[in-house]
């Protein structure tokens, strides 16, 4: 596993927590302090993203998860959504096919039989776009 899908896997987790608990994913990750690995830069960069452009993130997941409430929709699948929306619009060194395909096979890995196909369609659709997003 690169280090990068390490970090995208964290980052998730404490995202998936915060949720649950209804706080703050930032706010639990500098509360538990780092590991002291490559990948918690990357960690820190992805849970600031999501906290700064948490609004818009979740406006665009309404718009295009057709069919699904954000309180219904499993809560693996909608801060996987949060996480990958953000890589696609804020870290542009990334290759948008590389962001996708990271958060299908996290979806695919950790969430319900249908959420990698919907979670593919959701990113393809918010990429096809991206350029009058932000």
Same mark, same amino acid.
């Given at each position: 596993?690169?280090?990068?899908?390490?970090?995208?896997?964290?980052?998730?987790?404490? #995202?998936? *927590?915060?949720?649950?608990?209804?706080? @703050?994913?930032? *706010?639990?990750?500098?509360?538990? =302090?780092?590991? *002291? #690995?490559?990948?918690?830069?990357?960690?820190e960069? $992805? $849970?600031r993203?999501?906290?700064?452009?948490?609004?818009?993130?979740?406006?665009?997941?309404?718009?295009?998860?057709? +069919? !699904?409430?954000?309180?219904?929709?499993?809560? /693996?699948?909608? @801060? $996987?959504l949060?996480?990958?929306?953000?890589?696609?619009? !804020?870290?542009?060194?990334?290759?948008?096919?590389?962001?996708?395909?990271?958060?299908?096979?996290?979806a695919?890995?950790?969430?319900? @039989?249908?959420?990698?196909s919907? /979670? @593919? =369609?959701?990113? +393809?659709? /918010?990429?096809?776009?991206? =350029?009058? #997003?932000?």
């Open positions: 596993m690169s280090a990068r899908r390490k970090a995208r896997k964290r980052a998730l987790d404490f #995202l998936y *927590e915060a949720d649950l608990r209804g706080t @703050n994913a930032l *706010e639990l990750y500098l509360a538990r =302090g780092s590991d *002291e #690995l490559a990948q918690e830069a990357y960690v960069k $992805l $849970l993203g999501v906290a700064e452009h948490q609004n818009k993130l979740d406006e665009l997941i309404m718009t295009y998860a057709q +069919g !699904w409430d954000m309180d219904r929709m499993p809560a /693996i699948d909608r @801060n $996987l949060r996480l990958s929306i953000y890589e696609l619009l !804020w870290e542009p060194e990334l290759d948008e096919k590389i962001a996708i395909n990271e958060a299908v096979e996290m695919a890995e950790l969430s319900t @039989n249908d959420s990698s919907y /979670i @593919n =369609g959701v990113l +393809g659709r /918010i990429a096809a776009i991206k =350029g009058s #997003l932000i």
